[in-house]
Antibody, heavy 119, light 107 residues
C-alpha cells in the first residue's frame, strides 16, 4: 500500500525557516518524481516544487523560487522541503504527492502538514 | 504561464442531477488535463487524467471530455458523497497549474 506521511509543519515567525519531510512507503521511491503542493486555508491547490526520481532535477513555482529547496534521500525513501524567508502568504497545508506515469499529475497524496506563519 | 479558469466557482444541485464543470486553458494543452475531487477536510483524489481517462476505482458517473483549451468534468447522477471541491490541473509543461476550484453542494 502506497503511503506518504508528511511531518515538520508548525508555527514559524515571518522570515523564519522550516523543513518539511515526507516519508514514503509501499513503492520504489527512486522510480518516481515527487512534488510538493500547498493549500492555503479555505483556498485552492497550488503547485510548489518537484524533484526527479533518479536525476534529482528540481523545479519550483515562481512564488517560492530562491526561498525553498526541494531534495530527496532515496536511501531513506524521504522527500524534503527546506523553506526559508517565510511569509504570511506561505501559510498553508503542504502536501507531498507522487507523480503518475512520468506526467506531472498525482495519483497519491499525503495527509498534509500545516505551516503557520505568524508573529 | 498558462492559466486555468474553472466555471462555475460553486454550484448547488439535487441528488440525481447531471452536473458539469468546465475548465478553460489560456493556451492549447492538448489532452494534458487532470481532475481531482477534494471532499471536505480530506486529501485531493485523482479522478480523471489525459482529459478523459478515469483513474482506477473512480465511479462510472464521473466522466471527462475535451481537448485543446476547453474541458468538461461531468457527474451523470449527483450523489450525496460527491459533495466537495473539484479542481482541474494542466500538466503539459511547467508549472503544472490548477484551476481555482468548483465547490459542489447538494440542494
Amino acid at each position: 500500500e502506497v503511503q506518504l506521511v508528511e511531518s515538520g509543519g508548525g508555527l514559524v515567525q515571518p522570515g523564519g525557516s522550516l523543513r518539511l519531510s515526507c516519508a514514503a512507503s509501499g513503492f520504489i521511491f527512486s522510480d518516481y518524481s515527487m512534488h510538493w503542493v500547498r493549500q492555503a486555508p479555505g483556498k485552492g491547490l497550488e503547485y510548489v516544487s518537484a524533484i526527479g526520481g533518479y536525476d534529482g532535477r528540481t523545479y519550483y513555482a515562481d512564488s517560492v523560487k530562491g526561498r525553498f529547496t526541494i531534495s530527496r534521500d532515496n536511501s531513506k525513501n524521504t522527500l524534503y522541503l527546506q523553506m526559508g524567508s517565510l511569509r504570511a502568504e506561505d501559510m498553508a497545508v503542504y502536501y507531498c504527492a507522487r507523480e503518475m506515469g512520468g506526467w506531472k499529475y498525482y495519483d497519491f497524496w499525503g495527509q498534509g502538514t500545516l505551516v503557520t506563519v505568524s508573529s | 504561464d498558462i492559466q486555468m479558469t474553472q466555471s462555475p466557482s460553486s454550484l448547488s444541485a439535487s441528488v440525481g442531477d447531471r452536473v458539469t464543470i468546465t475548465c478553460r486553458a489560456s493556451q492549447d494543452i492538448s489532452n494534458s488535463l487532470a481532475w481531482y475531487q477534494q471532499k471536505p477536510g480530506k486529501v485531493p483524489k485523482l479522478l480523471i487524467y489525459a482529459a478523459s481517462t478515469s483513474q482506477s476505482g473512480v465511479p462510472s458517473r464521473f466522466g471527462g471530455s475535451g481537448s485543446g483549451t476547453d474541458f468538461t468534468l461531468a457527474i451523470s447522477s449527483l450523489q450525496p458523497e460527491d459533495v466537495g471541491s473539484y479542481y482541474c490541473q494542466k500538466y503539459d509543461s511547467d508549472p503544472p497549474t490548477f484551476g481555482q476550484g468548483t465547490k459542489v453542494e447538494i440542494k
